[in-house]
């Protein structure tokens, strides 16, 4: 695709989620968007997949809003868009859970940390996490894994055996220090 082919598909895909989300989704995935464009540029990542992963990231929350949003979202992006970057499916499939250090690439890691650090994101431990996802991914993924947790607790809501798994590997990671 050239560069015009690019912008028509890429507003294409915002005219889709403007009419499909409510307007407080929609902004949050414009933001989560640009949040992973940056996070790709400071961490040398192409940043049309970043910016594209993070556009679509909630996309199936149109259809059903819960943790398998992600799944959902991947579907809709290959169905909707044609989508077939394994690696951009990936990472919409795996932005509200994660995987399990060493598993999660660098864009997992840039949607999932984009989507916890947008812009409308307004939590108390928010301009930390910001601050830390673009000096290091690993260490802010094993922050906002334990913040995710934290939140869950505190609603007093069952934590996903997936997201405390998550977790637990970037725990071990940030012990030994690597």
Known sequence: MNTSENTDFINKIIQTLKRKLDR?????????ARTARALAE????????AYLAGLLHDFGRSAR???EHGQISASLAKKFFG??????????????LGAP???????????FLADAI???RRFPESKKLRYLAFRNLDRAMFVACRNKLIYVLKKKRPLDHRGVSVYNSFLLKYRKGA
């Open 24 to 32: 407080a989704k929609f902004r949050h995935s414009l933001g989560v």
């Open 42 to 49: 400071k961490f040398n990542y192409p940043e049309e997949p």
């Open 65 to 67: 809003p819960s943790l």
């Open 83 to 96: 989508i077939r970057d394994k690696k951009i499916l990936q990472a919409i499939q795996r932005h509200t």
């Open 101 to 111: 250090y060493p598993l999660m690439t660098k864009l997992d890691k840039i949607i």
């Open 118 to 120: 947008a812009p409308d």
